[in-house]
């Protein structure tokens, strides 16, 4: 086996985030362990921490520091200590700021629905009962949020308008990565559209079927944003890799995770062109929480868990991750989020960053 080095930058950020974040470092470094490598980790500072240290929410050291590293693991940012400050000072500016920084292009979130907690989901029994395991790979840089907006003087007064520009270049980029994942997965790419009204749409579709072919192995099907928005709660199981535009992305990711039960469950990654990526947990910095020692560290642990799939290509080691998270909840041990109807009694962080530990 050959053992490697990785460096990886750790943004603990504020409320729950440090606590999070530390359970994520420990699982990593049994992992490590277990299979001869060697994580490094350099804390940063960001969002709330940074502003009361540094003035700013995203220093430039943190920047540089994350440049630097190999990856960047990230826990939450914000906090009602910070939440009457302008929108440039805010903790949550620096989100937007390091992903620019690092050119992170792509946002993988999946929504997994474990046969441990489908109690959890809001779907019937009989949709739920099987379980399902979508990821959703969104567009982050391009599309409606970041065209050419404004106001003027219409034919009724003030109006407002919005643009949605995608370039082939842009398409093409996100195609390749959902086809990579898909290829780690179960093969079948659905693509999320409104071909039937948007010129973009019909731009993105004939770009993301030429890229197909590229790929053997790898099926790719259309869909319109309506429909997809029904078929989810209709039928989740039926999809593997969903690809799609950032504003379609931004909704039916939430409209996904919300299907799992938790957000202390979610994890997500951020990619760019380059191996290096920022991975996180969906939730934010839950300062209702904060401190007690009793927030879920799953997400974290599964956004490490994805840092190895697919910013170092570990794969047995991200496996072995997941299936001590699997197991975890298959042995009935939950954390205060998750207990539901089962009766656990809820275990704290450490406790249940130790059981995870114990399985790995
Ligand atoms: P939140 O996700 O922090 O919390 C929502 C609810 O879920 C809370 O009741 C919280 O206790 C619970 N929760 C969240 N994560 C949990 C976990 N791991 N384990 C157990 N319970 C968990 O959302 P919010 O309350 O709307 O936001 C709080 C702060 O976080 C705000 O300042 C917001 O701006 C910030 N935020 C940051 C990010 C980020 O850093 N990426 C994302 C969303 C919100």
């Not at 995203?58 to 630097?68: I, Q, R, S």
């Not at 739920?128 to 970041?146: P, Q």
């Not at 959902?178 to 071909?195: C, H, M, Y």
């Amino acid at each position: 086996m050959i053992s490697m080095t990785y460096n990886i930058a750790l943004l603990r950020g504020d409320g729950i985030g440090p606590e999070i974040v530390d359970s994520a470092v420990r699982v990593l470094e049994a992992v490590g362990e277990k299979f001869g490598h060697e994580f490094k980790f350099t804390p940063y500072l960001i969002g709330g921490a940074a502003i009361d240290e540094c003035g700013e929410p995203l220093p430039k050291e943190t920047v540089d520091g994350c440049l630097a590293s190999d990856s960047v693991l990230l826990g939450a940012v914000g906090g009602p200590k910070w939440d009457n400050l302008s929108g440039e000072k805010r903790p949550e500016k620096a989100l937007l700021g390091i992903r620019a920084a690092l050119g992170l292009f792509t946002n993988l979130r999946p929504a997994k629905l474990y046969p441990a907690l489908k109690g959890d989901c809001p779907l019937r029994e009989d949709i739920a009962s099987g379980g399902f395991d979508i990821m959703i790979v969104r567009e982050l840089t391009g599309g409606i949020y970041f065209g050419d907006r404004g106001y003027r003087t219409g034919k009724y007064g003030e109006e407002a308008y919005d643009t949605e520009c995608y370039s082939r270049f842009e398409i093409e980029r996100i195609s390749r990565v959902a086809f990579e994942t898909a290829k780690k997965r179960r093969g079948k790419v659905t693509s999320i559209d409104k071909a039937n009204v948007l010129e973009t749409s019909r731009l993105w579709r004939k770009t993301i079927h030429e890229i197909e072919k590229e790929y053997e192995g790898v099926t790719c099907t259309d869909m319109l944003v309506d429909n997809a928005a029904m078929q989810l709660v209709r039928n989740p199981s039926q999809f593997d890799v969903i690809v799609t535009s950032n504003m379609f992305g931004d909704i039916l990711s939430d409209e996904a995770s919300q299907l799992t039960g938790s957000i202390g469950m979610l994890p997500s990654a951020s990619l760019g062109d380059n191996t290096r990526g920022m991975y996180e947990p969906i939730h934010g910095s839950a300062p209702d929480i904060a401190g007690k020692g009793i927030a879920n560290p799953i997400a974290t642990i599964l956004s490490a868990a994805m840092m190895l799939r697919y910013s170092f290509s570990l794969m047995d080691e991200a496996d072995c991750i997941e299936a001590a998270v699997d197991k975890v909840l298959n042995d009935g041990l939950r954390t205060a989020d998750i207990i539901g109807d089962s009766g656990a009694t809820p275990l704290s962080t450490t406790e249940m960053t130790d059981a995870i530990i114990a399985r790995l």
